[in-house]
């Protein structure tokens, strides 16, 4: 720092000033915030790895519905219809990995007392980011992850085999352990569960 009288020192405002514009503020600031994003990244991921739809699909075929989306019938992998050897998550978690980071470098805000705030540019998804991996099996241009929040048909309709049941129809399953009934064969709906956005909003709450 130059060398000021003392006059200049005691002037309203000179020191907070200086702190506003030092370099090493700025430094210091930007270490913090991307040590936080980082942080905050690791937070999502780890989110989604616990969530319960996540943790049900990773069963495949033949897990539980634990995310009562189904009302304890069958599970969402065979009911969503994916082929047996599949690994939805997977995809889905490569996609939230390639977000939330720092675009360019950081900006300061000035105002009359001098830099007032810094400001940074995120990647962030929203639920159409996940458009191109999240693709029903059966039904082009629409994503499983909108359905699993917003609902999605066919549980009336829908049979899940159990003890060994099924065997002679199993080759028409993509899953190997479900098919779509010609017949109502079940009572009650699909619940929608909030899934990828309900880790997006506990992301910007943490951010705040």
Known sequence: MAIVSL???LKKGFLEKTVRNSP??????DKVFRRRVIGLKGAVLADFDRHIITRELK???SGMNVSG?????G???SFIGFESTANPVDLIRQVLKSHFD???VQRKLRGHKGVRAYRYSLSFPVLGSFDSVAQMPWEVGNSWIKGIENGISGFSNY???THGE???IREKSRSGAAVQSKREINVGFFKPTKYISEILDKYRNRLA
């Open 159 to 161: 049979m899940y085999f």
């Open 69 to 73: 989306t189904l009302g304890g019938v």
């Open 102 to 104: 720092i675009h360019g």
């Open 24 to 29: 090493q503020v700025a430094t210091a600031v």
């Open 166 to 168: 099924g065997k002679t």
């Open 59 to 61: 069963q495949g075929p």
């Open 75 to 77: 599970n969402l992998f």
């Open 7 to 9: 006059k200049t020192f």
